[in-house]
């Protein structure tokens, strides 16, 4: 069962049924819930509530939720945001999760499972403002999600940020392709594609920039593990 008493929830949909389901699923759990059918109504309630998570549809009269997630995490803003969609394409997916989404869930979907990713994208939320991450030359700040080498900030992308932390959480330990999709993204690529290794490869460049060290390696086959010293 949900557990969301006392938390604010914002949900952005020009769908009334949908919004009306949505809506009243929370408030069943105790969350309280303001609303919104436009991107424009939406960034404006997302920029001015105290909220702790947003339910964002990408297809709104006046715009994309896209392009309201994008501002949303420009603005410095860090609430969680669960994407709503009809579209299936792992790119749709891959774009909207790296503009700065938490998870994505497609349409039609059950009341269940819509529960079940919010409560899930609330558990990282909470445990990722717990403490900071140390590896090596690295230091990691959970809750500024901001991460700097040898004591300079390394500028990262939402994806890239939480694709480091879960290495470095796990480090030196082998993690598969089939993991970090699921763990960092929420959702299964095909494991032919190239998407995580690409995001390796945006971190390493980054860091080339300040250490020869390889914090990220790989391991032929198998996937990538994070280590933190030699040896």
């Not at 994407?83 to 059950?110: C, M, Q, R, W």
């Not at 030359?137 to 040898?150: C, H, P, Y």
């Not at 959702?187 to 080339?208: E, L």
Request: hydrophobic share 40%; net charge negative; with cysteine.
């Amino acid at each position: 069962m949900a557990r969301l008493e006392n938390l604010n929830f914002l949900i952005v949909e020009d769908d009334p049924t949908i919004r009306l389901l949505v809506k009243k699923a929370l408030e069943y759990h105790g969350g309280t819930v303001s609303e919104a059918d436009t991107a424009k109504g939406g960034f404006k309630s997302a920029s001015s509530d105290e909220l702790d998570l947003i339910v964002l549809d990408l297809r709104l009269p006046d715009g994309n939720g896209y392009e309201v997630c994008e501002k949303i995490r420009k603005n410095g803003n860090n609430t969680p945001i669960l994407i709503l969609s009809a579209d299936h394409e792992i790119d749709v997916k891959v774009k909207n999760l790296s503009a700065g989404a938490d998870d994505y869930l497609t349409k039609p979907f059950s009341i269940d499972e819509l529960l079940a990713r919010i409560e899930a994208i609330l558990r990282r939320s909470a445990a990722n403002e717990e403490s900071e991450l140390e590896c090596g030359d690295i230091k990691i700040d959970l809750i500024r999600r901001v991460m700097t080498l040898k004591g300079k900030e390394v500028d990262l992308t939402n994806s890239e940020f939480n694709l480091l932390v879960y290495l470095i959480k796990n480090v030196g330990r082998t993690i598969s392709l089939d993991e970090l999709a699921k763990n960092v993204w929420g959702i299964g690529f095909n494991t032919q594609t190239n998407y995580i290794n690409v995001y390796v490869s945006y971190i390493r460049k980054k860091m080339r920039a300040h250490t020869d060290f390889e914090y990220i390696r790989t391991v032929r086959t198998k996937g990538f593990k994070a280590v933190c010293k030699e040896g």
